[in-house]
């Protein structure tokens, strides 16, 4: 009779685990609204008049970076050797650029850029130091960055063999 009970326990339980958990809002529900939010958040919307969308020309007047060399090679480094390049390039467009920011792909690599709107014909700067502390071996590190041109990213790379102790 134990057993019994048991048995009939464990068939309750499991029946009740198993029955359709739809909700009042129906089978989209809160889904459908988590989902569109997580949309929203990984597409966010940038207010710059030089993207174009999928059905509109771009912008001929906008402005263009135009890098000296988009790669660097440091060659060999040091261990715990802080190396830092220059990164120079041209605003070849029509209208002022403005770099918004630029990110690198590791906490090793600090990029710092021109902040002053450049005019178009002239240059600027993007300085990007690396640190090797912890580091060896074959590196490469890209340095994006995002401002008002056509594409909006523009990627730069870094690299170096980060010699043993």
Same mark, same amino acid.
């Given at each position: 009779m134990k057993k019994v009970s048991?048995?009939?326990?464990?068939?309750?339980?499991?029946?009740?685990c198993n029955r359709d958990k739809t909700s009042e809002a129906g089978t989209q529900g809160m889904n459908a609204t988590a989902a569109a939010?997580? =949309?929203?958040?990984? @597409?966010?919307? *940038? =207010? @710059?008049p @030089?993207?174009?969308? !999928?059905t509109e020309a771009p912008n001929p007047d906008a402005p263009v970076m135009t890098f000296a060399e988009t790669q660097f090679d440091? #060659? =060999?480094?040091? &261990? =715990?050797?802080?190396?830092?390049?220059t990164f120079s390039f041209t605003n070849t467009g029509k209208t002022p650029l403005l770099i918004a920011d630029a990110t690198a792909s590791c #906490?090793? /690599?600090? &990029?710092n850029? /021109?902040?002053? &709107? *450049?005019? &178009?014909g002239a240059k600027g700067t993007l300085d990007v130091q690396f !640190?090797?502390?912890g580091?060896? #071996?074959?590196?490469?590190k890209q340095v994006n960055v995002r401002a008002n041109t056509q594409p909006a990213t523009t990627t730069i790379i870094i690299k170096g063999n980060i010699l043993t102790k």
């Open positions: 048991v048995l009939l326990a464990f068939s309750l339980l499991a029946a009740s939010a997580d =949309d929203a958040k990984a @597409n966010p919307t *940038i =207010d @710059n @030089n993207v174009a969308s !999928d440091f #060659g =060999d480094i040091k &261990p =715990d050797e802080v190396v830092k390049h #906490g090793c /690599t600090t &990029p850029w /021109t902040k002053e &709107p *450049i005019a &178009p !640190d090797s502390k580091k060896q #071996g074959l590196i490469s």
